[in-house]
């Protein structure tokens, strides 16, 4: 007797600790501010530190040197810009030991074309001779997944000396908005080809829908750092959102093998970052029973 009440009260402290960590998951998200300079240095987990970008850095140049101080003060006139005029979906970390580098993420809004919910993030350099020349900034996703090409983040054409920071953010959100994976000139064009036909959108829908999940089990799995606490958070709160809006998508462009497994596997990614969502399950076992019929009608 006494064993079994020992066991319930383990059982109980178990579920105590595990409700606690979730709610101090969304309490650090909720709390988590659309900008915000850290004190500690960003680690070595973006292509800056490379060398080949080492003269663009503002630690090349002399820090007792009127160009340096110069500099200083127009990145924190671009940092004041960011504070006051982020929209809500735009998050922004700056560093005070290193003033020239940012990382930001842009969220994906539920009704985008083609990467609805998605988290983008972004290292933003500026350069040691800004705003003369443009900040360089990179996409930051899984190598094999490509959904934007940092060739169409390049600024250089529209930039100039009045432009700023936020504009760059702004400019690249509404790229992200409209980006067609279908699009002759890379993923972030602007132009639909008339000549696609409904095959072929359907086609490239579907690997929309595939790079855009794989992308979020990405950024799951390998967060930026300084954004761990919001990844996981705006994963456990949108993780109902984005598995209907799966479904809805898989009814209306017709389910593939790799597509449902895909669903199957991000349902256990969620689970894995404390959302319930097995009764989703249900959507998979009925794709696969719409699969297996389609197959074996072709045979007769």
Known sequence: MEESIFQENDQNNKLGE?????????????EFKKFYILSNTPRDDHRFHLKIFSSYHASSL????????????KIRKELALLEENLPDSIFVRAY?????????????????????????FFDILFPSNYPSDPPKIQYRDDDSLKMISNNNLDVIGKWNKDSSILDVLLETKERIFNA???SNDGLLSHIFPESKSKLEVVKHTKKAMFLNHKGMMY???????????YVKGYYRTRAHVILLSYKNLLDEVGADNELVLLFKELIKVF?????YC???LVHVHEFKKEL?????????
């Open 62 to 73: 002399c820090r007792s040197s009127e160009k340096y101080h110069e500099l200083c003060r």
């Open 18 to 30: 595990i409700e606690e960590i979730i709610d101090d998951v969304e309490k650090r998200f909720k």
């Open 96 to 120: 005070y030991r290193d003033i020239d580098f940012l990382r930001a993420v842009i969220i994906n809004p539920p009704d985008a074309p083609f990467y609805p919910n998605g988290l983008f």
């Open 180 to 182: 067609k994976p279908y």
């Open 278 to 280: 097995e009764h989703h």
């Open 292 to 300: 297996t019929f389609f197959l074996f009608s072709l045979l007769f």
């Open 219 to 229: 950024s799951l799995r390998y967060p930026p750092s300084d954004f761990e606490d």
């Open 271 to 275: 689970e894995r970052n404390g959302t």
